[in-house]
């Protein structure tokens, strides 16, 4: 069993920066694929960056490459999501998942295992 809390949210200007960090409780953390998703109003839960298990494979969604990097530290059982260059269309909620699997995944079905998410919200 995975318990994920996320946390770094916030009220940022466009073109700031935010760090999101999500600490993982579970012995077998460091076997799990992660993903960072958020979700605006309105609209469907969409993956935003996603890291397998060993951290050498990584997956961006197009409108986040060269902004945001994920990245993981298994001594600490975080993962975070550092997010640069932020716009107003980056608003929503972010959510930390974990996955068994320790291949990385693109949709909401992969991921078993789910934080509460963290509000992030970038201002014009």
């Known amino acids: 069993q995975v318990q994920l809390v996320e946390s770094g949210g916030g009220l940022v200007q466009a073109g700031g920066s935010l760090r999101l960090s999500c600490a993982a409780s579970g012995s077998t953390f460091s076997m799990y694929a992660m993903a960072w998703f958020r979700q605006a109003p309105g609209k469907e839960r969409e993956v935003v960056a996603s890291?397998?298990?060993?951290?050498?494979?990584?997956y961006y969604r197009d409108p986040v490459k060269g902004r945001f990097t994920i990245s993981r530290d298994v001594v600490k059982n975080t993962v975070s999501l550092q997010m640069n260059s932020l716009k107003p269309e980056d608003t929503a909620l972010y959510y930390c998942a974990a996955t068994k699997s320790g291949d990385l995944g693109y949709g909401a079905s992969w991921y078993e295992y789910w934080g509460q998410g963290t509000q992030v919200t970038v201002s014009s």
């Open positions: 890291i397998n298990w060993r951290g050498g494979r990584t």
